[in-house]
């Protein structure tokens, strides 16, 4: 039972190691600016509320817990 869990902890650290390198090459910079994303500029207030990137975000750790779950 110890393996797997093992597995999946390694592959979560790759996952991280590799997104990270992306966003450092700059390969993720329309994340975050994305139509639907609502940002107001103001004076002295700044909002920001990225709906369709989290969206986006949802849908994909939905499809590889899926994935992860048909694998274990």
Not at 4 to 14: E, T
Not at 30 to 55: A, K, N, Q
Not at 57 to 68: D, K, Q, T, W
């Amino acid at each position: 039972m110890d393996r797997p869990a093992g597995v999946l902890v390694i592959g979560i650290g790759v996952a991280v190691v590799l997104v990270g390198l992306l966003i450092m090459a700059g390969a993720l910079g329309w994340f975050g600016r994305l139509p639907g994303d609502i940002r107001i500029e103001r004076e002295s207030v700044r909002v920001y509320v990225p709906i369709t990137s989290m969206l986006i975000a949802s849908l994909a750790l939905s499809a590889l817990l899926a994935l992860l779950r048909r694998l274990f």
